[in-house]
Structures are given as C-alpha cells and as structure tokens.
C-alpha cells in the first residue's frame, strides 16, 4: 500500500464544471452554512410564521469536497488501499462519455490506466436517494452529519463506504436498512465535525 501523503498526487484538472474546495475554503463554507442555518433558526423563533420557510439544503460541494480531502490524505481506508496516481474532481468518466450523465463526483486514475469512480452523498437525517449514476460507480461514500450544521444533540458524523455491489438497487434509503442491505459498508463514526477535519 502506497502512503497517499507522499507517493499520491492530487491534481485537479482544469475546466472542471465546479471546482474542488481548498481546505480553507471548505472551513470558510462550512462556517457560512452553519451561519446561514443559525440565522434561520433564530428567525423562525421570533416569527413562527417564519417556520414555513424550509432549512437550507447541504450543498454538495461542501460534502464532496471533504470526501476529495479524504481520499487524498489517505483516511478512507477502503480506497487507501487502491494504486492510483491522480484524484480529479466532478468529471465526466469515460464509461459515461457521450450519454447525458452528469460529471461524476470523485475520479481516481488507477495505474493501471482505468478510473474508479467515487459518488458521494451527504445527509442530515439519514434519507438519501441512490440513483443510476451512484449504483454505476465503483464505491459510494454517504457522509451523515445529523445536527452538525444546526441546533440539535446529535453533533456526530458518521462517514459509510461501500464497494458498490453489481445488484445495488436504485432506490431511496434510510440509514440503518442500507447498512442492513449492504452489510460490507465500513462506517466509521466521529464524535464531531471537528475531528473529521483533523484527518485532513
């Protein structure tokens, strides 16, 4: 196994369709939506007809971001042990040129000259939707972050990765039955976002 750190290079291409955030650049994010969610929550208890208003949604390149950093730093194990020379950011694969399938989100350039491809999904209450593209990839990393951008107890993230299996199911999920569904899935769980960044 390749120690990420110093054989592995991180190269972003360019003209991707949304860049990779640096590291400080995912704090700065991360900051603003917790702001931006604070704001709300604040809103909504001095005006109750403020509780129409619906939270804001995790943007994605806040979590794929994270999930780049990761990988690049060697701290999702299951990919780790892969030997690739090239992480690239929102792509398009070769097996999706030419069909109308969005950039997928993390592409590996393996050494022996295939890609892998990484989809990442994050959620704050454990639902997500597997689609075409994710079932298509090679591994799948669902980023649970429950209240760690918003008023709330539960401030742990849980990080699940999964070598993606030739029958996963296009389907909607919650949590606990898709790790049920897929028992291979390693999650890994963080007492806070906190320590999440200090893999990265």
């Not at 290079?9 to 702001?35: C, I, P, R, T």
């Not at 208890?45 to 949604?57: D, F, G, M, Y």
């Not at 794929?64 to 299951?78: C, K, R, V």
């Not at 993606?164 to 890994?188: E, G, L, S």
Request: proline letters at 4%.
């Amino acid at each position: 196994m390749n120690n990420p750190k110093v054989s592995k290079v991180a190269v972003l291409e360019q003209g991707n369709m949304a860049k990779v955030f640096s590291k400080q650049e995912l704090l700065d994010a991360v900051s603003a939506f917790v702001e931006l969610n604070n704001f709300l929550d604040n809103l909504k208890s001095r005006k109750p007809s403020a509780k129409c208003i619906n939270s804001p949604k995790l943007p994605e390149r806040i979590s794929e971001s994270l999930a780049y950093h990761l990988i690049s730093e060697g701290a999702i194990s299951q990919i780790n042990d892969l030997q690739w020379n090239k992480i690239r950011f929102n792509e398009k694969a070769l097996k999706h040129v030419g069909s109308n399938s969005k950039p997928t989100d993390i592409i590996l350039d393996l050494v022996n000259g295939t890609e892998c491809l990484v989809e990442v999904k994050a959620t704050q209450v454990g639902y997500t939707e597997i689609k075409k593209k994710d079932a298509e990839a090679d591994f799948l990393i669902w980023i649970e972050f429950s209240d760690t951008f918003k008023q709330g107890l539960r401030k742990e993230v849980e990080i699940s990765t999964l070598k993606i299996p030739q029958d996963m199911r296009v389907k909607q999920y919650n949590w606990k039955p898709y790790h049920k569904q897929y028992p291979t899935a390693v999650v890994n769980t963080y007492p806070s976002f906190s320590e999440v960044l200090k893999l990265i």
